[in-house]
């Protein structure tokens, strides 16, 4: 039985905290992400693995792959309030879902190929140019929602401009 135990105090990783305070500092982390992700409505990866990776030393691949999981609950817990609310569209939600699991597959094999195309650079390097890839996305949609004016309502979106098919009744959305 400790020998269980004792692979979860000593994982298979090395980060700048270790032992009983590792975990510890999870918990806390996981608790403001999952505070911030309640009040805001998102699941806190885009949070937790930067956090995990430059606070806490933790490898961008361990990182991913544990928020994961965490992204799960946060997000269940968000879609059942909003359902209850009558705030969700069945129809959005399935192509939403479709696109991200695509979306997640092409990522992965993305990032793979990319690390191959620029293979003389080190596991560290890249994770450098992953995170100001990120930091930069960040930007974009701070300063976008940030200016925009979401108080008037506009007729046509960006989108709706196009003559794009197939088009769907939103009924809970009108």
């Keep these: ?5 004792q692979d979860y105090m000593f994982p298979s990783f090395t980060s700048n905290i270790t032992g009983v305070m590792l975990f510890i500092v ?6 403001v992400v999952g505070i911030l992700a309640g009040l805001f409505g998102v699941g806190g990866g885009f949070l937790l693995v930067p956090l ?7 490898p961008m691949e361990v990182a991913a792959g544990s928020t994961t999981f ?11 309030k909003q359902y209850k609310k009558s705030n969700v569209e069945m129809h959005v939600l399935i192509f939403l879902a479709s696109g991200s699991l695509l979306g997640a597959i092409l990522g992965d094999t993305l990032q793979n190929y990319l690390f191959n195309f620029f293979g003389k650079a080190s596991r560290a390097d890249f994770d450098k ?12 949609i701070a300063y976008i929602m940030f200016f925009s004016n979401n108080n008037k309502k506009r007729d046509n979106y960006l989108l709706q401009k196009f003559p794009l098919g197939p088009k769907m009744d939103l009924r809970s959305s009108n």
């Design 70 to 80: 965490y992204i799960i609950g946060t997000s269940s817990t968000g879609f059942l």
């Design 52 to 58: 995990m990776n430059i606070v806490l030393g933790i």
């Design 129 to 140: 140019f992953l995170l100001t890839i990120f930091f930069f996305l960040l930007l974009v």
């Design 1 to 5: 039985m400790f020998e269980v135990f």
């Design 26 to 31: 999870l918990a806390i982390l996981g608790l």
